[in-house]
């Protein structure tokens, strides 16, 4: 999905540009990108729903998206998460600053 993304990114980047190149009001190149993010941010939380923090199986399945569609690493992840919580704190105080996980 990264990839995606970024691919977006710059294509609005060189279509803005051709356009400014063109004759065109930066400012209102950039409040049109705006309102365009706006309204796909607006789309996706419509389309979104709560992952369950306590159901590994819906941890997994987001995980193994951003695990790069692999499952085992989608259940190390979330095997992770489980362990450090919702906030990724774990309950465990050590003198490290570092406080990996263990799976």
């Known amino acids: ?3 995606g993304l970024v691919n977006l990114a710059e294509a609005i980047y060189k279509q803005g540009l051709k356009m400014i190149a063109g004759g065109a009001d930066p400012m209102s190149i950039s409040r049109g990108i705006h309102k365009g993010c706006e309204a796909v ?5 419509k389309m979104s729903s709560p992952v ?26 979330a095997d992770a998460f489980i362990k450090v919580g919702k906030n990724g704190v774990t309950p465990n105080l050590t003198r490290c600053c570092i406080n990996p996980v263990s799976v």
Do not use: C, F, H, Y
């Open 1 to 3: 999905m990264r990839v």
């Open 41 to 45: 941010t607006e789309s996706i939380k």
């Open 52 to 77: 369950n923090e306590k159901e590994k199986k819906e941890i997994a399945q987001v995980a193994t998206i951003a695990g790069n569609n692999d499952p085992s690493i989608g259940a190390v992840l």
